[in-house]
């Protein structure tokens, strides 16, 4: 994993980019609602508020640059550690984008999926999700992919303990297990691997998302708060990574050959 420098994200005005250097599948982690509330004297609930109109914005860039797969890192699964009202307010917020902003989504043409723990959420929102995936299914512009109670040391086991009864019912041979048959186990198994990890809020870590997906992904940490990111920032962390030389761990000859 490499981190791609911020510097000239938050400024970088939107250009027209070779479609063959745009990330096919771009991640973000969308961290800093809460110090965007607190910086103004609001309630933390403000922030994600502000926070959910800059997913659209966001949804907007990636389907300007000619991204294919956009996941946000929406509600992990440590979440459920907060404050009762906070989580209460998240999970009301989610419900109203889900009952009432599907359908902009759906117009645009984005395909709505969803990865993560949601049993632990409520059969109504739970019927809002299986809605909101039916609606969009068959959209073929932008897949959008909303990480929900999530958190990759569990999907990896689970991953495991699914790959370990298809062993015990001999429908694998784990001598000829493969790093790609693993990953069929994993939830995120139907989409390609994230090419650029984005985490707002100038935090430098990963927190849980998408560890084993994110080998060779390309990193960028930005420093403004998630309810201030914009199309220029999006348009900016396109430029930056198409000047990345990606090698996927392979060493480049002194005359630039592989």
Not at 8 to 14: K, L, N, S, V, Y
Not at 35 to 45: F, I, L, N, S
Not at 177 to 182: I, N
Request: hydrophobic share 40%; proline share 3%.
């Amino acid at each position: 994993m490499k981190a791609v420098s911020s510097s000239r994200a938050h400024t970088t005005p939107a250009t027209v980019l070779d479609p063959a250097t745009v990330p096919r599948h771009v991640a973000v982690i969308m961290d800093g609602n809460g110090r965007w509330a607190r910086a103004r004297g609001k309630p933390v609930m403000a922030g994600h508020r502000a926070g959910a109109e800059a997913v659209r914005r966001c949804v907007r860039a990636a389907i300007t640059a000619g991204v294919r797969y956009l996941t946000l890192y929406a509600f992990s699964s440590e979440n459920w550690n907060r404050t009762s009202e906070e989580v209460s307010d998240l999970t009301s917020l989610l419900r109203f984008y889900l009952r009432h902003k599907v359908a902009e989504l759906h117009e645009q043409n984005v395909r709505l999926d969803f990865i993560g723990d949601l049993t632990r959420f409520d059969s109504g929102l739970r019927a809002e999700i299986d809605r909101a995936r039916t609606l969009t299914a068959r959209n073929t512009r932008l897949t959008m992919i909303l990480a929900l109670s999530y958190g990759a040391r569990h999907d990896m086991l689970s991953a495991a303990k699914k790959m370990a009864i298809a062993a015990s019912r001999g429908e694998i041979d784990l001598d000829g297990l493969s790093e790609a048959a693993f990953g069929d186990f994993l939830q995120t198994s139907p989409f390609p691997d994230p090419d650029l990890i984005v985490r707002t809020s100038g935090e430098r870590r990963l927190s849980n998302f998408l560890l084993w997906e994110s080998a060779y992904a390309e990193l960028a940490f930005l420093d403004v708060m998630w309810p201030d990111f914009n199309e220029d920032h999006f348009a900016g962390l396109m430029s930056d990574f198409s000047r990345r030389e990606r090698r996927f761990g392979r060493r480049l000859a002194p005359d630039g050959a592989l």
